[in-house]
Nanobody, 127 residues
Framework: QVQLVESGGGSVQPGKSLTLSCAASGFGVGSHCMGWFRQFPGKERESVARENILGGSHVYADSVKGRFTVSRDNAKGLLYLQMNNLKPEDTAMYFC????????????????????WGQGTQVTVSS
C-alpha cells in the first residue's frame, strides 16, 4: 500500500522552529520525486520545497528560503522539513507528496503533478 504520513506539526510562537517528518511506505523514496507543499485556507496547494531533479538540489519557495531545509533518509523512507524562524504567514496545512520523475529525471514543480499525498499536518504560528 502506497502511503505517506506526515507528523510534527503544531502550534508555535513566531521565531520558533518545527521539524516535519514524512514517512513513506509501499514505494522507494529514492526513486521518486519528493516535496513539501502547503495550503492556506481557500487557496491552492503551493510548493514549499521540492527536488529540482531526482536526487539533486531542492527548490525552495522565495518566502521560505534561508529558513526551511528539506532532507531525506532514503534507507528509512523518511522526508523531513526543518522550519526555522517561523512566521505567522507560515500558518498552513503542510503536505508531503511524491511522484515519479520525468524521463529526464526532472521533478515537476506543480502540486497537480504529484500523485501520492499524505493527509497533512497543521502548522500554526502565532503569539
Amino acid at each position: 500500500q502506497v502511503q505517506l504520513v506526515e507528523s510534527g506539526g503544531g502550534s508555535v510562537q513566531p521565531g520558533k522552529s518545527l521539524t516535519l517528518s514524512c514517512a513513506a511506505s509501499g514505494f522507494g523514496v529514492g526513486s521518486h520525486c519528493m516535496g513539501w507543499f502547503r495550503q492556506f485556507p481557500g487557496k491552492e496547494r503551493e510548493s514549499v520545497a521540492r527536488e529540482n531533479i531526482l536526487g539533486g538540489s531542492h527548490v525552495y519557495a522565495d518566502s521560505v528560503k534561508g529558513r526551511f531545509t528539506v532532507s531525506r533518509d532514503n534507507a528509512k523512507g523518511l522526508l523531513y522539513l526543518q522550519m526555522n524562524n517561523l512566521k505567522p504567514e507560515d500558518t498552513a496545512m503542510y503536505f508531503c507528496a511524491a511522484t515519479l520523475p520525468r524521463y529526464d529525471a526532472g521533478c515537476p514543480p506543480l502540486a497537480d503533478d504529484y500523485k501520492v499525498w499524505g493527509q497533512g499536518t497543521q502548522v500554526t504560528v502565532s503569539s
